[in-house]
């Protein structure tokens, strides 16, 4: 038997309705977005006890670096524009009274140096030394040292091009790329601070907090404020750094406001082997990290356990980092969020162009380094930052061992603990 369908006119006239109207719907609106004219960054850090990386320390740092002491603040201002002056450029940057490092810092354009001509003789230089010695490579918290370390590198057979996979695998587990700050190489023009013509120091108590405005004749004047939550991260305040009893050694500190991740490296050596530890979850090259990172890469590491989360208080170095080389210095480094501006705010309407005239970033790192294993005096002092350190005498450091691989491993382009 035939079956007949009957449709109404009122389905059929929804039915045209609905598609007449996703037909007549108009495409999304691609907002049309121009610049920044201007870039403009500002790293901030803060440092405390002995750093490494900054050459020769001082005795003050020798004595102030069980305990977080020395700290001191610094900042490099950058300055890039996509535009040229009609004259010789020139720029600065007017600070808030309370960073304490005078009304105005000039941003200098560095001057470029004449190109020479240099000629290089064919084969091998007459002071060229064959690479000696190994690297030995650890990770991770804890007592013992997890199976499969360490990860054993021979400095001679990496010079002849036979790298082990490991090493391999661990350059390329990072996956982290240097930041691009603004540059004499990627902008029409460029200033910076520090500088030639001034290297006006910030104090320690030197704060962001207020106002800053940039102006110059090659950028669009820069105004922002800044929060006291945007200003410097504190101090590390290390509360331990002693001998474990399994044989290891134990780092604890304060949690760091502002802090979105922590690392903590070592690196020994007896002139013949480096000895390199991190406290990476994961097998990575973690103390070659940049000084720097981005905000995505930081939620990377933390999600691989290569940072420690800014919860976290302490961490064991291995009984068998300690072993390997019983003089080490430690650097322990936390990383911070960013402050961004931009002019003008973005229009509402995605029809509208936005045009932008300028952005500013401003990053922020905390880093302090010893000798591990020294406990000075006055550890995890609440004084530390106001009272000079080493007035109250205590134990000499040992001059620790400067690794002959340290030269070979930068000739590589490796940084070391401490390199940017």
């Not at 661990?170 to 700050?181: E, H």
């Not at 800053?212 to 929060?227: C, D, E, K, L, V």
């Not at 760091?256 to 690196?267: C, E, K, L, Q």
Request: hydrophobic share 35%; proline share 11%.
């Amino acid at each position: 038997m035939k079956r007949s369908v009957k449709i109404s006119g009122r389905v059929l006239l929804a039915g045209a309705a609905i598609l007449g109207a996703g037909a007549a719907a108009p495409p999304a609106v691609k907002q049309v977005v121009t610049g920044p004219v201007a870039t403009y960054w500002m790293s901030a850090q803060t440092s405390s006890g002995m750093t490494m990386g900054g050459g020769r320390p001082s005795m003050a740092a020798m004595m102030g670096m069980g305990r977080g002491g020395n700290v001191s603040r610094s900042l490099t201002l950058q300055l890039g524009s996509s535009q040229t002056p009609a004259g010789a450029p020139t720029a600065e940057h007017l600070p808030p009274s309370v960073l304490g490092a005078g009304p105005s810092l000039p941003l200098l354009t560095p001057r470029q140096a004449p190109a020479t001509a240099t000629r290089e003789e064919p084969g091998m230089p007459q002071s060229y030394e064959k690479p000696r010695g190994k690297m030995l490579i650890y990770w991770g918290c804890g007592d013992r040292a997890r199976p499969g370390q360490p990860v054993v590198i021979d400095f001679a057979r990496m010079a002849a091009g036979q790298v082990p996979p490991a090493f391999t695998q661990m350059m390329q587990g990072l996956r982290v790329s240097p930041m691009q700050p603004p540059s004499p190489t990627r902008d029409k023009t460029y200033g910076e601070w520090p500088n030639e013509r001034t290297r006006t120091q910030v104090p320690g108590g030197g704060s962001l907090t207020g106002a800053h405005t940039i102006r110059g004749n090659y950028s669009p004047q820069i105004q922002f404020s800044m929060a006291p939550n945007q200003d410097f991260l504190p101090p590390v305040r290390m509360t331990t750094n002693s001998p474990a009893a399994a044989g290891g050694f134990q780092l604890g500190w304060r949690p760091i406001d502002g802090a979105v991740g922590y690392m903590a490296s070592t690196m020994g050596g007896d002139g013949e082997t480096v000895v390199l530890w991190s406290s990476s979850e994961v097998s990575s090259l973690l103390f070659a990290l940049p000084d720097y990172l981005k905000p995505a890469d930081v939620t990377r590491l933390l999600a691989s356990k290569a940072l420690m989360a800014p919860t976290q208080t302490s961490c064991t170095v291995p009984k068998e980092v300690a072993d390997a080389a019983p003089q080490s210095m430690y650097q322990f480094v936390a990383y911070g969020g960013e402050a961004n501006f931009s002019y003008p705010e973005r229009p509402a309407d995605p029809k509208q162009a936005w045009n932008i005239a300028w952005t500013a970033k401003v990053r922020y790192r905390s880093a302090t380094g010893g000798m591990l294993g020294m406990e000075m005096p006055g550890a995890d002092d609440d004084d530390a930052e106001e009272s000079p350190a080493g007035t109250s005498g205590g134990p000499k450091p040992a001059k620790p061992a400067r690794p002959r691989g340290s030269d070979f491993l930068r000739g590589l382009g490796v940084p070391i603990p401490g390199g940017r």
